[in-house]
């Protein structure tokens, strides 16, 4: 496949045109013209396109790849080294950031949304773009339950606040106390998403997942009586980029290779 036939399949794919994001989406370090073996991965960091380079890829796809708005313009130290990488083994970089947090079916949170047994899937009302979403669990589960799905689904041990819960992270030990309040209506936002908890707790869920947490996201999280649940940036973005890479693979025949590099953040 021709790398702009592919950047253009994945740009109608994925609507990226129509979403306004803080990066550029598609194809953003050009490489060779013909693609078909590609590495997905979660972000396009040097670990990655040694990898790519290993496994004599033509393309890679990322959810997190370089350019962000307000960072520095020049192309030096680690940036100058990956984009040098890319370029002396003539990779193509493609990279969608929120057209791959909002797909419908390929996307983080609809991903996510899949793997935890969410129902009833839509988008929060104060938040249309599929950004914020909610669902619910339509007999409703503990937040004991649904946190221990969340550490099987993602093989991660969450951070966790709220509802009687306590889950704090230490080099001793971590405790998780029995939660009381069943859990039904639920929101989520994969990724560094803590900061619509306030939002999503005024729409009266009982629970929301993200990947990160801040200083303050205690406090909310206590205090609106929300079981928090920070399962991981990482963690909770692993899934778009594979299942886009599934899609790659099935529809247009091409050679796809999802590598999951450790990330504990």
Not at 83 to 105: E, F, G, Q, R
């Amino acid at each position: 496949m021709h790398n702009f036939a592919l950047e253009k399949s994945l740009n109608t794919l994925l609507n990226s045109h129509s979403i306004t994001d803080y990066c550029p989406n598609g194809l953003q370090v050009q490489g060779r013209a013909s693609v078909q073996k590609v590495i997905t991965g979660v972000t396009a960091s040097l670990a990655l396109i040694e990898q790519a380079i290993a496994h004599n890829a033509d393309a890679i796809i990322v959810h997190h790849g370089y350019f962000w708005k307000g960072e520095n313009q020049t192309i030096c130290h680690m940036k100058q080294q990956r984009i040098k990488a890319l370029l002396a083994h003539d990779i193509n970089l493609y990279a969608y950031h929120l057209p791959l947090d909002v797909h419908p079916t390929l996307g983080n949170n609809a991903q996510l949304a899949e793997r935890l047994g969410i129902t009833n899937v839509k988008a929060l009302d104060t938040k249309p773009d599929g950004v914020l979403m909610r669902g619910e669990f339509v007999e409703g589960i503990s937040a004991t339950e649904l946190v221990n799905r969340v550490e099987q689904s993602l093989q991660r041990k969450p951070i966790v606040l709220g509802n009687g819960l306590t889950n704090v992270p230490d080099a001793q030990h971590s405790q998780l106390a029995s939660g009381s309040k069943l859990i039904k209506q639920v929101a989520w936002c994969t990724g560094g998403g803590q900061g619509y908890l306030e939002t999503a707790a005024q729409a009266g869920v009982d629970a929301f997942i993200t990947g990160e947490a801040s200083e303050q996201t205690t406090h909310i999280a206590h205090e609106y009586d929300v079981t928090f649940i920070g399962a991981g940036h990482h963690a909770t973005e692993r899934y778009g980029v594979q299942a886009l890479g599934e899609y790659c693979q099935a529809q247009w025949g091409l050679d796809v290779t999802f590598i999951d590099l450790p990330n504990p953040v």
